[in-house]
């Protein structure tokens, strides 16, 4: 699965879209290690962009990737998209958005002589992870403060986990996490068609009046609907809905 944000033209979108899964597959380290395959192949992808002169050199793309292989699943992103995992009603965040000015991105950014301007690296992009954008990396291995390098994320699948939502930052912009992952998972028990919630997502960004670009996809690991969550029975009536008691739950296990 995959979801690529596009700027400047859909050149580096619609390139990275038919080549980097199979750059991933066909890597010598696939599928031994997917991290080292997946890394390479994120950088060999960007180092293609350079070199196809039928390509335009301005456009680039921001790239999310979630690859499983028997339970364990692998994410990779480079930009503002995010992969987000519903585990029985809670939202769990598998990717960080790579805006220029989070901590550790500016910091990064600033070390290799980047500058900010307004939220913007060097006044020009609003991300700090990209493929493409020659005409800012400049030559090839130079070091550039917009990088290419994808961060992982890999966990193993359990069967508290229901579903994967992928999106760019066109929905994160108006949604939190644990929103979709409500939302999605309320669809789910209705209809069971993850297709739907994808577009239940996007028009509800939209009546949000999201701004940007919406692309969403919703990933299901099982063919069944997820269960109703009990809540214990007690004399009193309570406030919380079952999806947040088992979200609470999930906090104060992590404490």
């Known amino acids: ?3 690529f944000d596009g700027h400047g033209g859909v050149d580096a979108a619609s390139f990275t879209k038919k080549n980097i899964m199979k750059l991933v597959m066909e890597d010598k380290h696939f599928p031994t290690s997917t991290k080292k395959a997946t890394r390479s192949a994120f950088v060999k992808t960007d180092h293609a ?26 994410i990779a992103n480079a930009g503002d998209s995010r992969a987000v ?14 805006k220029p000015n989070c901590t550790s991105e500016r910091l990064r950014i600033e070390k290799l002589g980047g500058v900010i301007y307004d939220g913007y690296l060097n006044g020009q992009l609003s991300v700090a992870r990209a493929l493409g954008d020659w005409h800012i990396k ?14 992982l994320e890999e966990i193993v699948l359990t069967e508290e986990d229901e579903y994967l939502i992928m999106g760019c930052d066109g929905l994160w912009d108006v949604m939190s996490s644990q929103c979709a992952v409500t939302m999605v998972r309320r669809e789910l028990m209705q209809h069971n068609d993850p297709e739907r ?15 940007d670009n ?6 299901c690991f099982s063919p ?32």
């Open 1 to 3: 699965m995959k979801v």
């Open 49 to 74: 962009l350079a070199d196809a002169s039928s390509l335009d050199r301005s456009s680039g793309t921001t790239a999310l990737t979630a690859l499983i292989l028997d339970k364990t699943m692998l």
């Open 85 to 98: 995992l519903g585990k029985r009603g809670r939202a769990i965040e598998l990717s960080k958005d790579h």
């Open 138 to 151: 400049g030559t090839k291995g130079s070091l550039c403060p917009l990088s290419c390098e994808p961060e």
């Open 197 to 211: 919630c994808s577009q239940a997502l996007v028009k509800e960004a939209l009546q949000r009046n999201s701004c």
């Open 214 to 219: 919406l692309t969403v996809v919703v990933v």
């Open 224 to 255: 069944e609907a997820p269960p109703r969550i009990e809540i214990p029975k007690s004399h009193k009536r309570r406030s919380i809905s079952a999806e947040g008691l088992d979200l609470l739950k999930g906090v104060l296990n992590e404490l």
